[in-house]
Each structure stands twice: as structure tokens, then as C-alpha cells.
């Protein structure tokens, strides 16, 4: 059975914090730890797998899984928050689920990929009202980033162009993950890309970074 919680809970060391928005203190349950597990519902702190793992292993683990993530939204969720991004773990401990890993997508292992690169220098930008394109000059690597208005937007659809043609890629966020309202997806592999265009409904910035 799979549970949508609307907050992202990391635990550990008898003390909790919800990842999407960290203490004023910037102080995240005394510092992050070194491991951090991410999942979905076999993952839940009631099941105690993080407990498990935390004895097992004679260290501090911290949990950021929420259920109904299926396979990668949880993994997805703790790239772009702000947790990771001032303190990444030496150890990242990925549980996936026996069920619901049917609906895996290229674009997902993209969406990860370009996560947790990080920001990356911008080459070219647009804006636009249901979608935006922009041309880059020959790009073998590097990520598409877009950013959505409508934080009900779920999906964003995200051509890339190169010299082997033209792919199609369909970028989702979980219900869980509307709030980010950004969506990301790795260029590396896809030829010498020369032009990057992005659809979704309402206003979007899309940014091509190396």
C-alpha cells in the first residue's frame, strides 16, 4: 500500500526535521550524517529499515524516503533540496521497491544524473508561455533545467535536437514532488546537441547548463 505524505521527514540521532525547508539555524539535526537513505514505503520510519541499516552498520544513518515514491521520486526530492546541495553524503544508500518499478524511464536516470552534478555553468536561456527553445553551440554534455509556474504541472515534455536527430523525453515529478515545480534531464550521450526546447503548461524558464 502506498501513502503520498506531503512533507519530506530526515531522522536520526533521536531528533527530526522536515528536509523541504531547513531551520533558520541552517542547522540540520546537528549536521547531516555521512549515510542518508533514500526509498519509499518499505523505507518508512514505522518499518525501522533505517534502524536496521543504523545497527548494522554502527552509524548515523539519515532517512529522507516518503511513501508512494515509487522507484526514484524520493532519490529525485533529496537531489534538488537544499540538504544535499550544502552537505552531501559519503554514502547514499538507494532502497528500491519490489513493486511499482514498471514505469521506469530513460528520463528518469536523466532527471538523477543531472541532479546531483549540481547547477553547472548556463550556456543558454528562455522563457515562454507553454514552451520555450533555445539553440546552444554543439554540446556533448550538460543539462536541461526547467522550471514551471504552475505548481499542479506534473510533467514536462523536453525535445533535444542534435546531430542524431531529435528525442523526445517526458519528465514527471511525483504528486509528492509538485512543489519543487522543476524538472531536469541530462544531456550527456545524445549526440552533439544543438537545440534543447521544453512544453509544459502555463509559464516556464528552461536553462541549458555544461
Known sequence: MAVIFKTLNV???GNSADLIKLQASGDLLGG??????????SSLPS?????????????????????????FSSLKDYLLDEAYALSK?????????????DDTAESDLRFVTAAARGAGAEVSRA?????????????????????VSDPATRTVTIKVTSDR??????????????????????????????????AATGTLDLNVVK
Request: glycine letters at 16%; charged letters at 15%; a neutral charge.
Open 11 to 13: 531522522q536520526g540521532s
Open 32 to 41: 547531516a550524517a555521512d549515510t542518508v537513505l533514500v526509498g519509499a514505503s
Open 47 to 71: 518499518l525501522n529499515y533505517a534502524g536496521f541499516l543504523q545497527t548494522e552498520l554502527s552509524r548515523r544513518i539519515d532517512n529522507v524516503s516518503f511513501g508512494g515514491a515509487g522507484v
Open 89 to 101: 553524503p559519503g554514502t547514499l544508500i538507494w532502497q528500491i521497491p519490489l513493486l511499482g518499478g
Open 127 to 147: 522563457s515562454g508561455a507553454g514552451s520555450a527553445r533555445v539553440t546552444v553551440p554543439g554540446l556533448t554534455a550538460g543539462a536541461a533545467r526547467v522550471r
Open 165 to 198: 536527430g531529435t528525442r523526445e523525453f517526458r519528465v514527471t515529478n511525483s504528486e509528492r514532488m509538485t512543489h519543487r515545480q522543476e524538472f531536469l534531464l541530462d544531456l550527456s550521450g545524445l549526440g552533439t546537441v544543438t537545440a534543447v526546447e521544453a
